[in-house]
């Protein structure tokens, strides 16, 4: 028993001095400098395993079939009527629209459009009068809205035409909008459009089913126009550019535009769905326009102008990915866009193809959309708001997604974490003879921390303090500092857009060199401050990121994938900057800038233009005006978040630092 006993005690004993030995390994492993060579691995796997889960998202196990959420749609469920003798009201509508454009003149021709097609206006008074005419003939109450807006030496004015069809069995507290463009997003004359929503208009006012009122919108184009007619219904408008409405109904439920451009029969429906800012309507009003067009009317569906979907691995890839392109652009994509700012959900519904389906097909679909909205108890609201589609009947949410653009938002806090750390900590005493090196023992000291205690060097256990004010300083102002292209490029001329761009990229191949020497001049950048201001750099880009990628996804994780050089250019975080020769350093240097300026906003904006084959000018025009007119963020997000990152990565590869 005794012999028994002395065993137990011999195996706590030992048992003790393993765990003591284990809490002083990792005690001792936590002021391990080995630990900063991990970062930047970490990194790295964080953006791969962002980028491959962004590519697994079109497979069948991770994304899903659409399906309805509000069960008071009911999409598909009532029987249409529109047809028939309505064709001989549209035939006539159709001639009126055809003999005001023949005798109206030309009165300006502008390049608006984002692929430079000249957009022929003719007289807005006359349009009017003769709109004004027909709606008052139905029977509806009509107004008019003058706009005038300026943006990049350009002028965008028009003038709107609405009417309103008072609900019978409604109180004017909702409305649905019914909105078809003069002028399309292509920059043709949208005759058949407009001629159908005024068919549609005499059509609804027969009827005694309305529980909300009906508003029918005729817009002079497809971006101005709607964007100057939905602020004034809200009041936000700026007085000194648009006009306010004289006639108002309720708040705005949803809103459906007609796009019929095409002189024949049409084959496809396409549902133009993005919003501004990447903005998307409830993905319940897409699915039932989806199931209206598809089940009930048999008319084939189109998104992103995919003609031919196989519903296989590469069409879904290549919808997703032009999906998150448009998305992250930001700009409008037609009439509909302007309605999202104000959670009022929108849909372009857009006749392209040569086939066998006819306006009163597409007025069907409208007629059987409009039935639906008409049976909402409340706004949208049960279905997904953030979703991103391979297919009309085929969908990814937010919780899927998500994690690929945070990921990459991550690997930019893990480098300024791995940053931060080895700023607190001392550079390595010199030591003249390796021998004198070898025969000192290290002084240590004991440390006990969290119940656990270990013998470490001093020289591990010594501490730095951080000189943070001119870092943050120099941080803030370089953001600050993104405000002056910001304001450039939303005040040039369309004619000079493009050598403005041309010349800001080529200013900074110089711009980091000069603010290092300036900065030089008046005080010494130590590698310590260096560190501490890539560190905050880099720590904004990841929580600016991670915040954008909840509003904006797309454009979240973009900048992100254009930014990931930033993670691993200038402290070397992997090696001992003891023990780097002068060459070394002026060679890591040297390919850090040449990756830097390949990667720097301008040069990436230029390529992607030649390669996709679009005027920069066009480009930067339309971010001008969607910056004047409906509040578009994606140059700011260029101009004051990845700009001054990549600044200050540019000036800390500087060879004057």
Same mark, same amino acid.
């Given at each position: 028993?005794?012999?028994?006993?002395?065993?137990?005690?011999?195996?706590?004993?030992?048992?003790?001095?393993?765990?003591?030995?284990?809490?002083?390994?990792?005690?001792?492993?936590?002021?391990?400098?080995? =630990?900063?060579?991990?970062?930047?691995?970490?990194?790295?796997?964080?953006?791969?395993?962002?980028?491959?889960? =962004?590519?697994?998202?079109?497979?069948?196990?991770?994304?899903?079939?659409?399906?309805?959420?509000?069960?008071?749609?009911?999409? *598909?469920?009532?029987?249409?009527?529109?047809?028939?003798?309505?064709?001989?009201?549209?035939?006539?509508?159709?001639?009126?629209?055809?003999?005001?454009?023949?005798?109206?003149?030309?009165?300006?021709? $502008?390049?608006?459009?984002?692929?430079?097609?000249?957009?022929?206006?003719?007289?807005?008074?006359?349009?009017?009068?003769?709109?004004?005419?027909?709606?008052?003939?139905?029977?509806?109450?009509?107004?008019?809205?003058?706009?005038?807006?300026?943006?990049?030496?350009? $002028?965008?004015?028009?003038?709107?035409?609405?009417?309103?069809?008072?609900?019978?069995?409604?109180?004017?507290?909702?409305?649905?909008?019914?909105?078809?463009?003069?002028?399309?997003?292509?920059?043709?004359?949208?005759?058949?459009?407009?001629?159908?929503?005024?068919?549609?208009?005499?059509?609804?006012?027969?009827?005694?089913?309305?529980?909300?009122?009906?508003?029918?919108?005729?817009?002079?184009?497809?971006?101005?126009?709607?964007?100057?007619?939905?602020?004034?219904?809200?009041?936000?408008?700026?007085?000194?550019?648009?006009?306010?409405?004289?006639?108002?109904? *309720?708040?705005?439920?949803?809103?459906?535009?007609?796009?019929?451009?095409?002189?024949?029969?049409?084959? #496809?429906?396409?549902?133009?769905?993005?919003?501004?800012?990447?903005?998307?309507?409830?993905?319940?009003?897409?699915?039932?326009?989806?199931?209206?067009?598809?089940?009930?009317?048999?008319?084939?569906?189109?998104?992103?102008?995919?003609?031919?979907?196989?519903?296989?691995?590469?069409?879904?890839?290549? #919808?997703?990915?032009?999906?998150?392109?448009?998305?992250?652009?930001?700009?409008?994509?037609?009439?509909?866009?302007?309605? /999202?700012?104000?959670?009022?959900?929108?849909?372009?519904?857009?006749?392209?193809?040569?086939?066998?389906?006819?306006?009163?097909?597409?007025?069907?679909?409208?007629?059987?959309?409009?039935?639906?909205?008409?049976?909402? =108890?409340?706004?949208?609201?049960?279905?997904?708001?953030?979703?991103?589609?391979?297919?009309?009947?085929?969908?990814?949410?937010?919780?899927?997604?998500?994690?690929?653009?945070?990921?990459?938002?991550?690997?930019?806090?893990?480098?300024?974490?791995?940053?931060?750390?080895?700023?607190?900590?001392?550079?390595?005493?010199?030591?003249?003879?390796?021998?004198?090196?070898?025969?000192?023992?290290?002084?240590?000291?004991?440390?006990?921390?969290?119940?656990?205690?270990?013998?470490?060097?001093?020289?591990? /256990?010594?501490?730095?303090?951080?000189?943070?004010?001119?870092?943050?300083?120099?941080?803030?102002?370089?953001?600050?500092?993104?405000?002056?292209?910001?304001?450039?490029?939303?005040? #040039?001329?369309?004619?000079?857009?493009?050598?403005?761009?041309?010349?800001?990229?080529?200013?900074?191949?110089?711009?980091?060199?000069?603010?290092?020497?300036?900065?030089? *001049?008046?005080?010494?950048?130590?590698?310590?401050?260096?560190?501490?201001?890539?560190?905050?750099?880099?720590?904004?880009?990841?929580?600016?990121?991670?915040?954008?990628?909840?509003?904006?996804?797309?454009?979240?994780?973009?900048?992100?994938?254009?930014?990931?050089?930033?993670?691993?250019?200038?402290?070397?975080?992997?090696?001992?900057?003891?023990?780097?020769?002068?060459?070394?350093?002026?060679?890591?240097?040297?390919?850090?800038?040449?990756?830097?300026?390949?990667?720097?906003?301008?040069?990436?904006?230029?390529?992607?233009?030649?390669?996709?084959?679009?005027?920069?000018?066009?480009?930067?025009?339309?971010?001008?005006?969607?910056?004047?007119?409906?509040?578009?963020?994606?140059?700011?997000?260029?101009?004051?978040?990845?700009?001054?990152?990549?600044?200050?990565?540019?000036?800390?590869?500087?060879?004057?630092?």
């Amino acid at each position: 028993m005794a012999l028994l006993c002395m065993l137990m005690a011999d195996c706590e004993a030992r048992k003790d001095t393993i765990l003591i030995t284990i809490e002083a390994t990792v005690l001792a492993l936590r002021r391990d400098p080995r =630990l900063l060579k991990i970062p930047p691995y970490l990194s790295v796997l964080c953006i791969i395993v962002g980028v491959v889960w =962004l590519f697994l998202l079109p497979l069948n196990d991770y994304s899903r079939r659409t399906y309805i959420s509000e069960n008071a749609l009911l999409p *598909g469920q009532v029987h249409t009527y529109f047809g028939g003798s309505e064709q001989n009201v549209f035939n006539a509508y159709q001639h009126e629209i055809q003999s005001v454009t023949e005798k109206g003149h030309a009165e300006y021709a $502008t390049d608006n459009s984002l692929y430079g097609s000249s957009r022929w206006l003719t007289s807005s008074s006359r349009i009017a009068t003769k709109l004004t005419e027909i709606f008052q003939s139905i029977g509806l109450k009509t107004a008019t809205q003058k706009y005038e807006y300026h943006a990049s030496g350009s $002028t965008h004015k028009g003038k709107n035409v609405y009417a309103v069809l008072h609900a019978p069995r409604g109180d004017a507290t909702e409305a649905i909008v019914l909105v078809a463009a003069w002028i399309n997003m292509d920059g043709e004359l949208n005759q058949r459009g407009v001629a159908l929503a005024l068919t549609l208009a005499r059509y609804f006012k027969r009827w005694s089913l309305w529980s909300k009122d009906i508003i029918i919108l005729i817009t002079s184009d497809s971006r101005a126009g709607p964007q100057a007619w939905v602020d004034a219904y809200h009041d936000e408008h700026s007085i000194r550019s648009v006009a306010p409405l004289p006639l108002k109904s *309720g708040a705005l439920q949803g809103a459906v535009v007609v796009d019929y451009a095409l002189a024949h029969r049409f084959e #496809t429906m396409h549902i133009v769905y993005d919003g501004i800012n990447g903005q998307l309507p409830n993905l319940d009003l897409f699915n039932s326009a989806v199931h209206i067009a598809s089940g009930q009317m048999g008319i084939k569906v189109a998104l992103q102008r995919m003609w031919k979907h196989d519903d296989r691995y590469p069409k879904r890839l290549q #919808t997703m990915l032009r999906g998150m392109a448009s998305q992250g652009f930001g700009h409008t994509s037609g009439p509909h866009s302007s309605f /999202m700012p104000y959670h009022v959900d929108a849909i372009t519904l857009q006749a392209v193809g040569n086939g066998y389906q006819d306006e009163m097909a597409m007025g069907r679909c409208v007629e059987s959309t409009f039935r639906s909205l008409n049976n909402l =108890l409340e706004h949208f609201h049960q279905s997904f708001f953030f979703y991103l589609l391979m297919q009309p009947s085929r969908f990814v949410s937010i919780g899927t997604y998500l994690p690929s653009a945070m990921l990459v938002a991550v690997n930019f806090t893990i480098m300024a974490i791995a940053l931060w750390v080895q700023s607190g900590r001392p550079p390595k005493s010199k030591v003249a003879s390796t021998t004198a090196k070898k025969s000192e023992k290290p002084e240590v000291e004991v440390v006990e921390m969290d119940g656990m205690i270990a013998l470490v060097p001093k020289e591990e /256990m010594a501490t730095v303090e951080r000189q943070l004010f001119l870092p943050v300083v120099l941080v803030v102002g370089f953001h600050f500092l993104g405000v002056l292209p910001l304001y450039v490029f939303n005040n #040039t001329s369309r004619a000079a857009l493009a050598r403005t761009l041309a010349f800001f990229a080529l200013t900074n191949v110089f711009l980091p060199t000069l603010i290092g020497i300036l900065i030089s *001049g008046y005080t010494t950048m130590t590698s310590h401050r260096l560190i501490l201001l890539q560190c905050f750099s880099l720590l904004l880009l990841g929580m600016f990121l991670a915040t954008l990628a909840t509003l904006n996804f797309s454009l979240a994780f973009l900048v992100g994938l254009l930014s990931a050089p930033l993670s691993f250019v200038g402290m070397p975080m992997s090696v001992d900057n003891d023990h780097i020769s002068p060459a070394l350093s002026a060679r890591r240097k040297a390919i850090c800038n040449i990756v830097l300026q390949l990667a720097s906003p301008p040069v990436v904006i230029l390529a992607a233009c030649r390669i996709v084959g679009v005027d920069v000018g066009a480009i930067l025009a339309e971010a001008a005006f969607g910056w004047k007119v409906y509040g578009l963020w994606t140059q700011v997000i260029v101009c004051c978040v990845w700009w001054p990152a990549w600044l200050v990565a540019a000036m800390i590869v500087s060879p004057m630092l």
